[in-house]
């Protein structure tokens, strides 16, 4: 097993920042629509505090699947933001009515 240098963590970190901007952008929607000046479903408040335990259950199954199958600490960091990234995107959509 090598050492992971920095060329293995780039990526990673590249998607957990362009995760993080969307979840900017859902906070703010979501706010904007609890406060009446977006429009949001009535269940939003519902909505996301389900999606975190969905997302956290296959952000963990696709980093230990990915560790078990013998993954770069990279590779299993990607697998990990992937669920994730991919929740906050589809929100950000979602809610931007897109």
Sequence with gaps: MRIPDMQDMFLPAMEAGLMLAEAQ??????LAGLAGLWPVDQDEGLIMVAEKVEAGHASAA????????????????????APLRDRTRANARRLMGE
């Design 25 to 30: 952008v859902v906070i703010a929607l979501r």
């Design 62 to 81: 696709a980093a230990l699947w990915a560790g078990m199958g013998g993954a770069t600490a990279g590779e299993v960091a990607l697998a990990a933001i």
